[in-house]
């Protein structure tokens, strides 16, 4: 539904800005700040622009030939099997009664040999599962298999689950579809994607669009919402070259062949990263990222297929909307970030310079993120507090801009997304930079699991101090060169 209300209070918030501006915004002397956005802006834009240019090249002409491709192959794109692991661990019983009805629907549709795979934790999910199985009375061609694990997280449970499927030795032309504990599949979900693998066989694994229903506040739900509709047109522009960045843990289908690797196994249960200063430690969240980077590192591409979908049921960690959205950025961002390094390490030649690029440029972006806000504060001070009132003016026409440009990705646009695009980009610029200097800090927001390293008193207090020295002299350094440039 338009909400014309709220749109216009946005653009009545952009015409007072204009009215508050004097006639003459800009004084001599002072054209070293508007050439520094100017550039700054090109820049940045000239990226998202690509991005968008490569999403609907793929959406309006790539993809649809690859859909009509993978509708003719008929029958013979049908997998030998189908698996659909599920990994559960404290989430709600009417959400997990839903992503389990859902599943067993699929695997009774698809019209391929399936097996529902729950790699559980709880006596209480397995007692649901197995009434939600009799309920339903699916055909002898469907199977479930419960593997019961600690509590000891969830690349845990993709492990068992992973080895629960080995057991069967699956032939090459089997699938294991990886979904999570909040994700309820969408009707033809299995028989829209799973053809793409036998159609292209440089393909390892792919993942799917997603819609959310999150229960929270407004503010949380258009956040989320934002989040979707930007993944969306990203994962289209990577698509084009197939580089999908992450295979999110929410819904990707994997070559069975891959998934009983026991070196792909071991990459997503052990994963790690030795850090020069704080040392050796495991992934604790994060595994989509582990799939994501085993597939590459072993030559695989990886897909989108933008017509099928999930949904999922998202649960805020915490119902004001500004811890729970920095305790998920923190969560999201550090993934991200312990994976850029290393991912870089594979270097142009494997990942393609494109991809290679939008990598490096993420080390980038939590700083560019904050250099306009930050040059238009000291601009603010210096001069004439003019300059504020005229970035913001910039901020809210672009982010106009960008928002009915996401109106492409198919998801609904609110009236909040121009404000949640620079919220953002500034607090999640912060957040970046915060987790950049702590990567091997990480937690659960649904388990509050946290890694605990054993480490000595020493080395905690040293990693700990090291951090803010290091974050503080990154800051110092920043606020020093905005300065300068300002006083050329």
């Known amino acids: 539904m338009f909400d014309l ?104 549709d698809c019209g391929a040999p399936t097996t529902v795979v729950a790699s559980i934790v709880e006596m209480a999910d397995q007692r649901l599962i197995l009434a939600l199985w009799e309920h339903l009375d699916p055909p ?46 969408e009707k033809g979900v299995i028989s829209k994607t799973a053809p793409f693998l036998r159609i292209m ?25 934002l989040r979707f509709a930007q993944r969306h047109l990203n994962m289209c522009s990577m698509a084009l070259t197939r580089r999908v960045l992450t295979l999110t843990g929410r819904m990707s289908l994997f070559r069975a062949p891959i998934v009983t690797d026991p070196s792909f196994i071991d990459d997503v249960q ?13 992934f604790l969240t994060g595994d989509d990222k582990s799939t994501w980077f085993s597939l ?59 991809t290679y690029y939008v990598l490096l440029d993420q080390r980038v972006l939590m700083w560019t993120g904050l250099l306009g806000l930050t040059m238009a504060i000291v601009a603010s001070i210096k001069f004439s ?25 198919g998801h609904r646009v609110g009236p909040a997304f121009p404000a949640l695009l620079y919220y953002n980009q500034v607090v999640g610029s912060v957040m970046k930079i915060f987790v950049f200097f702590r990567l091997d800090q990480q937690s659960w927001t649904r388990q509050k699991t946290t890694l605990d390293r054993n480490l000595g008193a020493f080395h905690r207090r040293f990693n700990h101090w090291s951090s803010w020295a290091m974050t503080f002299s990154a800051a110092s350094l920043f606020i020093a060169a905005v300065m300068c440039l300002l006083s050329l």
């Open 5 to 108: 209300g709220g749109w216009l209070l946005y653009l009545s918030a952009l015409m007072g800005l204009v009215l508050m501006l004097p006639a003459q915004a800009f004084e001599p002397g002072t054209r070293i700040f508007v050439f520094a956005l100017g550039a700054l802006g090109i820049w940045r834009y000239s990226l998202r622009a690509l991005h968008f240019a490569r999403s609907m090249l793929f959406l309006h002409w790539v993809f649809p030939r690859a859909r009509r491709r993978a509708s003719r192959a008929g029958d013979l794109a049908t997998p030998s099997h189908v698996y659909l692991l599920i990994t559960s661990y404290r989430i709600d019983t009417f959400t997990t009664a839903l992503v389990y009805q859902a599943a067993f629907e699929e695997a009774i």
């Open 140 to 185: 002898s061609r469907v199977r479930l298999r419960i593997v019961r694990i600690p509590g000891t997280g969830k690349r845990d449970a993709l492990a068992q689950g992973f080895r629960c499927i080995s057991r069967d030795m699956p032939d090459e032309d089997a699938v294991v579809a990886l979904i999570d504990g909040d994700t309820v599949l």
């Open 201 to 225: 066989p440089s393909v390892g694994a792919l993942t799917t669009n997603e819609f959310c229903d999150v229960a929270g506040s407004y503010a949380m739900s258009e956040w989320h919402k």
């Open 270 to 282: 052990n994963d790690a990263v030795e850090h020069w200063r704080l040392g050796r430690f495991r």
């Open 296 to 354: 590459v590192r072993m030559g695989w591409d990886t897909y989108y297929v933008p017509d099928a979908a999930v949904r999922t049921l998202e649960s805020p960690p915490d119902p004001r909307f500004l811890k729970a959205s920095r305790k998920l950025m923190f969560r999201w961002y550090g993934n991200s970030l312990r994976q850029n390094s290393r991912a870089l390490k594979l270097g142009p030649r494997k990942l393609g310079w494109f």
């Open 385 to 409: 507090p003019v300059y504020i009132l005229t970035f913001l003016l910039w901020v809210g026409i672009t982010r106009l801009v960008m928002s009915f440009l996401l109106l492409a990705s």
